[in-house]
């Protein structure tokens, strides 16, 4: 029953995919205008398949059907209720399920928002676009149908002996609540980035390669990253709750494929602001926009394919060289229709001073793309080594910290300075004017800083630079809603501002917790104490608590007179142990505790306690610049594009509110 | 802007260069926050792949082997060992595909080599273009530009 509705669910979904995109193809190709409004139903029907599919899936999970393969290996009649229901994305084919599902949902969303312009090739190419990638994913799911059955098909069927029982999911995807919103959210990440690709290709298509593409995706783009974010925020809270050393954020493949996107997206949101102002780097745009999405491809593809080593592979198959090949194509195509485009792209601007707006923007693309080049470099040179000359090296932490560290200072000082740079050019006396407080608000965290003990010229170059940054940030807004009251908070400029007072917090909280970090391991006998860091902890009781799925060994301590409870959770299908270390949080340190060894009989306990300063910071910082992004996407200040040249003004055309003038710089469609 | 607010703002930004200067030289100079022998544990632990993980150091494992390279590397330390020989231990032992940083030379020395070159070259380009930018003289409305214009204006009514 499940199996045929999930795979039936699946075909039809693919079937919609394939016929919206050859209805759109032949309305534009044949240019049959009439056919083009068919795309909309095509896509409602793709995300009504999904759908169906997804739901199929989720009922096979919680009436345990065993006839499904994918339930068969990670379902289990002993996961709680809440993990059995997110266990369908604890593995490869149910994630391509989440992933289409999600992409449906925005096919049919782009549909209906530009439902009065479906005629209108530009969003006729974005939906075919669209229609296109989910056939790929689609057909990535497809039950075995003429001797071709895709490598994730989450409907295969299994015979299960009697009585038989799942292993449930990884255990690691089961001891925290986080798997319930992490990779949900992250997908609405990744996945939103194909609505602006989409439109940069319709751009490409229909030669329409202005800024209009670029005003309609502005949103989308700015939804999809903001969801990328508060994703990789959580993943890292996640793995701090987890891991128990006190690291969040451990440069793992895996990791990395997620922070790629959101580096090109993050120099795309900022480059963005240049074309649009001054008519520039419309080549350089295009190619981020479509780096952006090729990289979440090829972060999929690194997650899932096994050629890296990484604790998050969660699962291996033969889907490696699909996803590959879906990568490439998107490289050779986008590279191809920008060459063939390439024309249209020069533009005719020019940066009058490096000091300057724009010259800020092109160093914070610069800083950005070096970072990407770096993170990807990292992650897959060993990789390239060993092809060449079978040497085997490996690249972890230290390599990334040191590379980023530099990075991350110089984005920290243009963040300060950007905002109060004005456009083409300025003078030393207007910046000494405009950066004079946050550049003492800089200096005072510096001497807070040194007077509470921090050292070292990288994290206090950190702190100063932070403070000026926040500075820089705050006048902005200050300035803002001085003179337009509210609305000074909303709106691309203001909100923007509040991202970075968040990205801010951030910087300030990795340059502390990774530099200040003091831990230790201890063996502690019942009622004995040891300190650190100032700090008393004290081993009182030992206690296990047994459950259907696990055993969990919890040992209690208490912290300067409070209690935390770190435990080990021992799985009973897989064996597998998984820490659940307990953490005591304030504004100012984090005292977190992870067993190492469990006592036996009235032997010692050990446990590790690590103490690091501002971690809360961290995860502050993350809601600030998820706040900061809901303001963004707010409508502020209408300002329409400014013209490249001015009319004098008695010939300038009237006003007309209504409707947007079309724009000189954008011949309308020359298909 | 007056003598007075010129003269006010050149002392303003006269002290914030000087305070900040001598904050970091001082936190740069100070011994105070010199690492400990813990501080040094950790940070080889944090370079130090475990030979029995998928892609975590030692420091993030606890696995017995990585729980014994942790208590080792403590003993080395604590005996006065540099972090180079502590190192070079784990090497001899496992390859050097133990190191979680690559080392400077060689083929694997390029993936520091290559992100550095890249942006100065980037830095190399960009500055050829300001300059080509501050020779050219500013853009003009061609013919072909004021019919488009012209063409759009009808368009819109």
Not at chain 1, 5 to 18: C, D, K, M, P, R
Not at chain 1, 80 to 105: C, D, M, R, Y
Not at chain 1, 159 to 176: I, R
Not at chain 1, 478 to 501: D, K, S
Request: proline share 5%.
């Amino acid at each position: 029953m499940n199996l045929a509705l999930g795979s039936g669910a699946i075909t039809l979904a693919f079937a919609a995919s394939v016929l919206g995109a050859v209805t759109l193809a032949g309305g534009l190709l044949r240019g049959r205008r009439e056919l083009l409004p068919l795309g909309r139903v095509y896509a409602w029907i793709a995300l009504g398949g999904a759908a169906l599919a997804f739901i199929a899936m989720e009922r096979a999970l919680i009436t345990r059907d065993f006839s499904v393969a994918y339930v068969a290996e990670v379902g289990s009649s002993r996961t709680p209720p809440l993990f059995n229901f997110t266990a369908l994305w604890s593995s490869l084919e149910g994630s391509i399920l989440l992933w289409t599902l999600v992409l449906a949902g925005y096919l049919v969303v782009v549909a209906t928002k530009f439902r009065r312009r479906l005629t209108d090739p530009m969003v006729a190419w974005a939906l075919l676009t669209m229609f296109v990638v989910a056939i790929f994913f689609f057909g990535l799911m497809l039950r075995p149908i003429l001797g071709f059955e895709g490598p994730a098909n989450p409907f295969a069927s299994f015979d299960p002996p009697p009585g038989y029982d799942g292993p449930g999911p990884n255990p690691l995807l089961q001891n925290n609540v986080l798997v319930a919103f992490h990779p949900p959210l992250l997908y609405l990440g990744y996945v939103g980035f194909t609505v602006p690709f989409a439109f940069a290709i319709a751009a490409l298509a229909t030669g329409r390669l202005g800024e209009g593409w670029l005003i309609e995706t502005r949103r989308w783009t700015l939804f999809a990253w903001g969801f990328l974010t508060f994703g990789i925020v959580l993943g890292a809270w996640w793995s701090y709750d987890v891991l128990g050393w006190g690291g969040y954020w451990a440069w793992d493949p895996v990791e990395n494929a997620s922070i790629l996107p959101w580096l090109t997206g993050t120099a795309y949101l900022h480059s963005v602001m240049v074309q649009e102002r001054r008519g520039m780097l419309r080549v350089w745009n295009l190619s981020l926009v479509c780096a952006t999405f090729s990289l979440t491809i090829l972060g999929t593809f690194i997650t899932r394919s096994g050629v890296l080593d990484s604790v998050h592979a969660f699962s291996e198959s033969g889907i490696g060289p699909t996803l590959l090949g879906f990568f490439a194509l998107i490289v050779i195509v986008t590279v191809g229709l920008i060459g063939w485009r390439g024309d249209l792209l020069r533009s005719p601007g020019r940066v009058d001073s490096p000091i300057s707006r724009e010259g800020a923007f092109l160093a914070n693309n610069l800083m950005f793309g070096a970072f990407a080049f770096v993170v990807l470099l990292g992650t897959v040179f060993p990789l390239i080594l060993e092809a060449v000359n079978g040497e085997q090296i490996s690249i972890g932490l230290p390599y990334f910290n040191r590379m980023a560290t530099p990075i991350g200072l110089t984005l920290l000082f243009l963040m300060a300075i950007a905002p109060a740079l004005p456009w083409r050019k300025t003078t030393g006396e207007v910046l000494q004017h405009r950066l004079e407080w946050p550049a003492w608000i800089g200096v005072a965290s510096l001497v807070v800083a040194l007077l509470s003990g921090a050292r070292g010229l990288a994290p206090l170059l950190a702190f100063g630079l932070g403070g000026f940054a926040a500075g820089a940030a705050l006048r902005t807004v200050v300035l803002a809603t001085r003179r337009q009251g509210w609305r000074g908070l909303v709106g691309r400029t203001n909100g923007g501002m509040i991202v970075h007072l968040g990205v801010v917090l951030v910087a300030v909280a990795l340059a502390a917790s990774n530099s200040y970090l003091s831990q230790a391991e201890f063996e502690l006998f019942q009622g004995e104490s040891a300190t650190i860091s100032g700090h008393t902890l004290t081993y009182e009781r030992f206690d296990e608590i047994d459950s259907v799925e696990k055993l969990r060994s919890q040992v209690t301590v208490s912290v300067d007179g409070q209690t935390l409870v770190p435990s080990l959770d021992r799985f009973k299908v897989s064996g597998r142990v998984i820490g659940d270390p307990d953490t005591r949080s304030t504004l100012v340190e984090d005292v977190q505790l992870a067993i190492i060894s469990l006592p036996t009989d009235d032997g010692p306990v050990i446990v590790r306690a690590t103490v690091q300063p501002m971690i809360m910071w961290l995860w502050l910082g993350g809601i600030v610049m998820g706040i900061g992004t809901v303001l963004s996407i707010f409508p502020g200040r209408r300002r329409r594009g400014t013209e490249a040249v001015s009319a004098p003004v008695g010939q300038a055309r009237p006003l007309r509110p209504s409707t947007p003038a079309p724009r000189a710089e954008e011949p309308v469609s020359v298909r | 802007m007056s003598t007075d607010t010129r003269l006010r703002t050149t002392v303003s930004w006269t002290l914030i260069a000087i305070v900040a200067v001598a904050a970091l030289a001082f936190g740069t100079l100070d011994e105070g926050g010199s690492t400990t022998n813990a501080d040094r544990v950790f940070d080889l632990a944090r370079s130090i792949r475990c030979p029995q993980c998928s892609g975590q150091s030692v420091a993030e494992s606890d696995v017995a082997i990585a729980r014994e390279i942790r208590a080792d590397i403590a003993v080395r330390v604590d005996a006065g060992e540099s972090d180079e020989a502590i190192q070079q231990v784990y090497v001899d032992r496992y390859g050097s595909s133990i190191l979680l940083t690559p080392s400077g030379s060689g083929l694997e020395g390029l993936v520091w080599i290559i992100p550095i070159v890249g942006v100065a070259a980037a830095i190399v380009v960009l500055g050829f273009a300001f300059s080509r930018w501050r020779r050219a003289a500013p853009a003009m409305a061609t013919d072909a530009d004021v019919v488009l214009v012209d063409q759009a204006r009808r368009r819109g009514g």
